[in-house]
């Protein structure tokens, strides 16, 4: 069997995401896969065979989508790249909110499963901030076209909702408590964030940003650099996390029992709507940090309990759904 995989190179959660399916979906075939977008910093050693600028997602520094920039980067090159995809070539197309896949599927009347994070909000069950975003919205929804969608969320909302995938170094992991505080706000700069931090002087926190390329210690803070190993490391020692409205992180967190706080990102969305559903779990969210967060982080430290994600499915049980829905799917399109 030949499955093509799309991965959406915007941020690195889609990328890891892939990196923890590809075992397993090699026990079924051979895997190819497609990276597109402009702004994804992980390192993989996957078998990328074909990639794309795509039509990557931008976002402000205040954490809305830059839609001019996104604009800017749909090119006549999109519509090339889509039509040169060999997607008559796979078995099975696996799609992780990428626009080309969905573009070429559509021009050539080809299946695929939109499957990730993104794909759980097909379902009107997934929770939603109040105020509507029509053009959040409409990118969740539709930046995907696709009949079949597997999603992922920190809850099972709806009957094609899964569980996170867990990384295996998350899985195999021995949680303890060393009593830090991990931190990722990338949001926010330094000067904005340590003034809070330093305040809190009972606590020591592990901050990791794009803002430094080395380890800087100051007084009470631990600056590091954004890398993957040094943080899921700094996420199995500590106490707790205080991190945006991605899905991964808090996901891992809760995973191994962790205190989760979590600040989305301003008129950003999809982090909002997660913010909306760990709200509704019982974990702290907040707006922004202001004046008000010694209180806040107070009330977390010592009444707020962690909240444990359970797996109802294990990695390669979602694999095997994901294989058993398109072999439906490419027997419905070819009778």
């Known amino acids: 069997m030949k499955i093509f995989y ?10 890891s995401r892939a990196v923890e399916l590809y ?5 079924y ?10 702004n994804s910093n992980l390192k993989s050693h996957l078998p990328i065979k074909f990639k794309s600028k795509g039509l990557s997602l931008f976002y402000k520094h205040s954490g809305g989508l830059d839609y001019n920039k996104i604009l800017g980067s749909l090119s006549l090159s999109v519509l090339k790249d889509a039509k040169s995809l060999p997607l008559q070539n ?11 896949t969905s573009l070429a599927c559509s021009l050539k009347k080809i299946p695929s499963i939109h499957f990730g994070h993104q794909a759980s909000f097909h379902s009107k069950k997934t929770p939603r901030p109040k105020h509507i975003n029509p053009l959040g919205n409409f990118i969740l929804e539709k930046f995907v ?21 867990i990384k295996e170094d998350i899985i195999k992991a021995q949680p303890i408590n060393d009593g830090h505080i991990s931190v990722y706000l990338p949001q926010y700069s330094i000067h904005i964030l340590e003034p809070y931090f330093l305040q809190e002087t009972k606590f020591h926190f592990e901050v990791f940003t794009k803002e430094v390329d080395r380890i800087v210690c100051k007084k009470n803070i631990t600056y590091f650099p954004i890398g ?44 909002e709507c997660n913010g909306k559903a760990l709200e509704k779990m019982g ?10 967060f010694h209180t806040h982080f107070n009330e977390w430290v010592t ?14 049980d979602i694999v095997d759904i994901l294989i058993k829905t398109s072999q439906k799917k490419e027997h419905v399109h070819h009778s």
């Not at 799309?6 to 990328?15: D, E, K, M, W």
């Not at 075992?23 to 026990?27: N, V």
């Not at 075939?29 to 402009?38: I, K, R, T």
């Open 303 to 316: 009444q707020k309990k962690p909240i444990k994600l359970e797996l109802t499915h294990s990695t390669a």
């Open 23 to 27: 075992p397993h979906l090699q026990k």
């Open 6 to 15: 799309a991965i959406q190179g915007t941020g690195n959660g889609h990328l």
């Open 145 to 165: 076209k696709s009949e079949t969608h597997i999603g992922l969320h920190f809850d099972n909302y709806d009957n094609h909702i899964y569980n996170p995938i």
């Open 283 to 292: 974990v702290m969210v907040l707006q922004k940090i202001d004046k008000n």
């Open 29 to 38: 075939g051979e895997v190819d896969f497609f990276l597109s977008g402009s």
């Open 228 to 271: 993957n190993e040094q943080f899921t490391s700094s996420m199995i020692r500590c106490y707790g996390i205080i991190t945006a409205g991605g899905f991964e992180t808090p996901a891992e967190a809760m995973y191994m029992n962790k205190k989760v706080l979590s600040i989305p990102i301003l008129n950003h969305y999809e982090q």
């Open 90 to 100: 796979y078995d099975v197309i696996i799609n992780d909110f990428e626009f080309v």
